[in-house]
C-alpha cells in the first residue's frame, strides 16, 4: 500500500462517507420541518449562495408562491417563515455540491498521482455514478411536489433515500476493502445470513422512506397495538384498492409493514448475535456484532417512542441517524465476514 490505494485514499473515502452521513442529517430534518419543496428551481452554480438582500429574498419567495405548497398549504407565510424552511434545503443541496467536490477532485488527483489500482479506479467511476445518481433523484423528487400536490411523491422519496443509504455503505464497503487487504476464510453459512439481514435491513429502510413520504407517523401513535386496541387495524387493507396498494400507498399499511418488520430486522440480528458466539471470531468480527445487536436495540426504542410521541422533529432525526449508524454496523460485519 507504500504506492497505490494508500491510507490518503480510505480517509478520502471515509470523508466521503461522513459527508453522505451528513447530508442523510440535514435531509431527514428537511423532511420533517417540511423544507423540501422551498426551492423550487434548480441552478448549479449561482444557486450555491443565497439570496444576498432583501431584494432577492422577496424574489425568491415570489417564485415559491407560483407553486402549490404556498398556494394550498403555506398561504399564511411571511418573508420569514419562508426564510426558515428555505435554509434546510439550501444547506441539502450544498452539502450535495460539497460532496461531488470532495468526491471528483481528490479522485482526479489520486488518478494523476498513479495512486489508484484498477480495481479502486473501477469502484471510484461506480461511486461517482451513484452519487450522480442520487444528485438527479432529488430533483426528480421536488419535481414530483411542484404541479399539482404540495406533497413529494412518497416513491421518489423512497428512491432518494435508499440511494444514500447504499452510496454510503457501497463507500464504506470500498474503504474496508483498503483497510482489511488481506483475505481470510470465511464462514459462509454465518456469512449468507449476514447477506440476509442486510436485505430485511434495507427493505425496512424502503419502508421507512415510504412512512416519512405518507406522513405514515402521525397515525396509530400506540404501541405495541394500533389504534382501538388492535394488531391489525381494518384501516390498514381498506385505504386503497386493489387490496396490495394498502401496503405501498395506504397510510395504515405502510405503518403496518414498517411496525412489524422491525420485529424482523430484530430477530435476524440477534440470530446473527447467537450463531456468531459459537465461532471463533476476530476482534473487528466480535465488536462488529456486538455493536450490531446494541444498535438494533436502540434504533428499535427509538422508533417506538418516535411513534407514540407523534414524530417529533428531534426523535425522528435520531431515528433516520441511527439507522444510518445500523446500515453502516451491518456493512462492516458483512464486509469482515465475506473477505
Sequence with gaps: MANKDNKKVIYWLLTGCFLIFVMVVVGGITRLTHSGLSISSYKLISGTLPPMNEAEWIAEFDHYKQFPEYQKLNNHF????????????????????????????????????????????GKAIILMCLGAFQGFLGWYMVKSGLVDRPDVSHYRLAMHLTTAFITFAYTFWVAMDLWYPVKKEINSQLRNIIRFGMAILLIQIIWGAFVAGLDAGWIHNHWPLMNEGEWMHETVYIEQVPLWKNFVEGKSGVQFVHRYMAYAVVGIIFVIWYKARKLQLTVPQRNGINLLLLLVLVQFILGVFTLILQVPVVLGVLHQVTAFFLLAAMTFVLHRFSK
Excluded: S
Design 78 to 121: 411571511t418573508l420569514a417563515d419562508f426564510k426558515d424552511i428555505y435554509f434546510w434545503e439550501w444547506l441539502h443541496r450544498l452539502l450535495g455540491r460539497l460532496l461531488g467536490v470532495v468526491f471528483i477532485i481528490p479522485f482526479l488527483y489520486f488518478l494523476l498521482k498513479k495512486q489508484l489500482t484498477k480495481p479502486t479506479i
